[in-house]
């Protein structure tokens, strides 16, 4: 994304429009339908009730608080679905799926860009300071691997977290981080929905078939059954690998291409009260989460 945001003068050229759209947009959704290989239907149901209530409990209340300390503190709502989106479910993934759905508005490429910005450093900074919290709180193996992955934004930083204080933990933060994952699919719909309900006069929002999404909870389908089918096993097991290599490369080209369409006047014109928000969200989901814990 950086390097992308520091080539955006050479690459501001019609030739280069086509192929810039066509990352940012078709390659993106194939990218996050893949991500639903990953996910199995029996590791979410293996958390326990409990932990599925309490995760979805702090993601929704995350994205409301996003959209509110967005409108507090005068910002689009745009940029607070993406805040709350992105700490709720995924980082950057769910930062742009949700810009598939969100209307059109001066400073929704450069919302966007930070967001992924923000995701992935504020990402890097909770994952050396969670698992000190979590030997503080006086949480045991099971507890921590349920905080850090219901809390950290991006898949990488959970996996470095978790498994940097135990294998167990690193085990459990990683499941309850799929089942996030997994939730991409409802989270992207809800906040179509919402902004559509929004712009219903204007028609100012309009949620478009949401295909990627679709795949996305066909693979977990997938991903869920074929491995028990002895006959599919096999070469499933083969081609599964290359798969998730390929969502792997077209996140990282969509990101690339966002940032060679963001200008860097863009990005630093953005003030505090960008930062305020994401930093609101991520206390949120903290807050609610820690609680949540205390009383499971």
């Known amino acids: 994304l950086i390097v992308g945001i520091a080539l955006h003068s050479l690459a501001a050229r019609p030739l280069f429009k086509p192929g810039l759209t066509f990352a940012v947009k078709k390659l993106l959704r194939w990218a996050i339908g893949l991500l639903g290989l990953r996910i199995a239907f029996g590791d979410i149901l293996g958390l326990g009730v409990g932990t599925l209530i309490l995760v979805v409990a702090s993601m929704a209340a995350t994205i409301a608080s996003g959209i509110w300390l967005a409108r507090r503190l005068s910002l689009q709502d ?27 508005y001066p400073a929704k490429a450069a919302d966007t860009a930070f967001t992924v910005v923000a995701a992935n450093a504020v990402s890097t900074i909770v994952m050396l300071a969670y698992p000190p919290l979590a030997i503080l709180l006086g949480f045991d193996a099971t507890k921590t691997g ?12 959970v996996v470095g977290a978790g498994y940097a204080v135990s294998e167990p933990v690193g085990n459990s933060s ?11 699919l409802p989270v992207v719909l809800v906040i179509g929905w919402w902004f559509v309900r929004q712009g219903a006069h204007t028609n100012a929002a309009k949620v478009p078939v949401p295909v990627f999404a679709i795949v996305f909870l066909a693979l977990v ?13 096999a ?24 940032g ?15 930062v305020a928000v ?19």
């Open 78 to 104: 745009g940029y607070g679905a993406l805040a709350g989106a992105a700490t709720a479910v995924c980082g950057a993934s769910a930062t742009l799926a949700t810009t598939t759905v969100l209307p059109n």
């Open 146 to 157: 349920i905080l850090i992955g219901a809390t950290i934004h991006d898949m990488a930083q």
């Open 174 to 184: 990683v499941v309850v981080k799929l089942f996030r994952v997994f939730l991409l």
């Open 221 to 233: 389908a997938v991903n869920s059954v074929v491995p028990a089918v002895p006959a599919l096993a």
């Open 235 to 258: 070469p499933y097991a083969a081609v599964k690998p290359w798969l998730v290599q390929l969502s792997n490369a077209g996140l990282l080209i969509a990101i690339a291409a966002l």
């Open 260 to 274: 060679l369409g963001t200008s860097i006047t863009a990005i630093l014109s953005i003030g505090w009260r960008h």
């Open 278 to 296: 994401f930093f609101g969200t991520t206390a949120v989901i903290l807050a609610i989460v820690v609680a949540g814990l205390f009383i499971l």
